[in-house]
């Protein structure tokens, strides 16, 4: 039972994760369309949707089921 819940809880932080990441796809979009940014504010988002997407691939890891070969 708490395997189901330990489950669910990271399927929902995984798309919580995605969610933000698209998030950032978009504001990175329309920074760099808007032709007014701050650099060191461009590299700042880069950063973080790097971050992200690290801590999704590791979400999504946790969620595959150990196989032993």
């Keep these: ?30 920074l760099v369309q808007s032709g007014n940014y701050n650099t060191l504010q ?9 971050i992200l997407k690290d801590q999704i691939f590791a979400t999504e890891n946790s969620l595959l089921p150990d196989i032993i070969a």
């Design 1 to 30: 039972m708490a395997e189901i819940d330990e489950q669910e809880v990271l399927r929902m932080r995984l798309q919580s994760l995605k969610s933000e990441h698209s998030d950032l796809d978009l504001a990175i979009d329309a």
């Design 42 to 50: 461009l590299q700042r988002l880069k950063k973080r949707k790097l």
